[in-house]
């Protein structure tokens, strides 16, 4: 039976983790100066999110990482579903921890780097071009 509620909740995390991932290669593209382009980028952008840089501190603190691979999981099976229903419970616990952990902490850590880049501009500046982290991809 369809869940019409459970499918919209299930879409606006997929949007949440979207929207954060796009903050994320912006990031990358802007501060660090390379957006990860291997088979596995969504991976490797989270991993290097999560890494210090002699500019920028971590944007995913470490105590935010296994939130931030629950989502982009659940994002995953929300994307292969192939019309199979969603499960209820799995889409409230990501609600949960999305709504507790995830984004107070993502908007946190963008408090963070805005202080520190404020303090200490990046030398690098914004690469032109496509760099392949639409979300839609």
Known sequence: ??????????????????SMENVFADIARTIDGEVPSSSEW??????QMSTETSVRPPVIASSMRSAVRDVMGFRHVFRGLYGEPLRRGDVLSCLDRTCSEVVPGFLDRLRNLEGHMNQNPAPHESKDGDDGTDCDS
């Open 1 to 18: 039976m369809k869940d019409n509620l459970t499918d919209s909740i299930g879409k606006c995390l997929h949007g949440i983790f979207c």
């Open 42 to 47: 969504h991976s490797d952008l989270l991993r």
